[in-house]
């Protein structure tokens, strides 16, 4: 009997909203986010894209209690993250995944152990349960037969995979993903990209999704918020974005197909041994 609870939830414009960033702003030696308000519904995945420090990082610390807000409020579940005390903020996190750029993983420990340790934290579940659960979630990420391997001894994709099963064996209503296809290979990003979609449609899963990859946000997110400056310039789905006349998304779009074009043709040069001098688009 499979120890997974969740099942897929339908994302119906009356459902209401899972987290609402209701008008948050926050400054360290600058203001980083301001004015910011968005919503994510259940089942929904958002991608989050915007310039490198414009504040998406600084949100999702925001979203799990590590930060709180000059103005505004992070609403999960209608409970205020901006009032919660630490013990009330540990209750959140076990609610919540998140899936760190390099995976966060523990060396020291095996990819079954690093799940376990979650399970230990966060559940009441036996030792037998939490076996069952563990091979469980890597098979969902196609990770069983690396239950005992260390990770040093997995890939770059490898390692994200096994963080993603970190995340999800504690059953999140909520995953919040930090540029999530960072560092990988095109073919490795668009697996980790059609592994987030496969949670949303198996799980029903939300998903709030940081990237700077286009390829990645069309392939996962059912809708997109762009951060400029520190404001929410743009909310709507993707093809509003990509049919947008706004002269900011416009600079955005180009440079980031223009990045995404150069990445790949360095990774194929790179496959076919020829280190490239020059690379131009």
């Known amino acids: 009997m ?55 990082s600084v949100l999702l610390k925001l979203i799990v209690g590590l ?22 903020l540990l209750a959140l996190r076990s609610e919540m995944g998140f899936l760190f750029q390099g995976a966060a993983l523990f060396d ?7 799940l376990e340790l979650f399970l230990v934290k966060h559940t009441e579940l036996s030792a037998p349960e939490r076996e069952q659960k563990i091979l469980e979630t890597l098979d969902i990420v196609g990770l069983r037969d690396a239950v005992d391997k260390m990770p040093s001894e997995l890939s770059g994709g490898m390692k994200k995979r096994a ?14 993903y930090d540029e999530p296809t960072t560092g990988l290979d095109p073919l490795t990003a668009a697996s980790i990209a059609e592994e987030i979609v ?24 059912d809708r997109a918020v ?5 404001f929410v310039v743009f909310d709507g789905t993707l093809n509003d974005f990509v049919s947008s006349n706004d002269p900011f ?16 043709k360095i990774i194929k040069a790179i496959e076919q041994h020829s280190a490239p001098q020059e690379v131009t688009v």
């Open 226 to 230: 762009v951060l400029n400056e520190g």
């Open 67 to 88: 930060l709180k807000p000059n103005a505004g409020k992070v609403v999960y579940r209608d409970r205020d993250v901006t009032t919660m005390n630490e013990g009330q």
């Open 198 to 221: 496969s949670l949303q449609q198996r799980l029903g899963i939300a998903s709030l999704v940081v990237t700077h990859d286009l390829p990645t946000a069309f392939t996962v997110a």
């Open 249 to 264: 998304l416009r600079e955005y779009l180009s440079a980031s197909q223009l990045d995404r074009a150069r990445h790949d």
């Open 2 to 56: 499979s120890l997974f609870h969740h099942h897929k939830k339908e994302v119906h414009p009356d459902s209401g909203p899972l987290l609402h960033i209701d008008r948050v702003s926050i400054s360290f030696d600058r203001p980083v986010l301001r004015d910011v308000s968005f919503q994510v519904r259940h089942g929904e995945t958002v991608a989050l894209m915007g310039k490198s420090g414009t504040g998406k």
């Open 163 to 176: 963080g993603l099963a970190r995340s999800i064996v504690i059953e999140p209503d909520l995953m919040l």
């Open 108 to 114: 020291s420990m095996t990819v079954g152990q690093n």
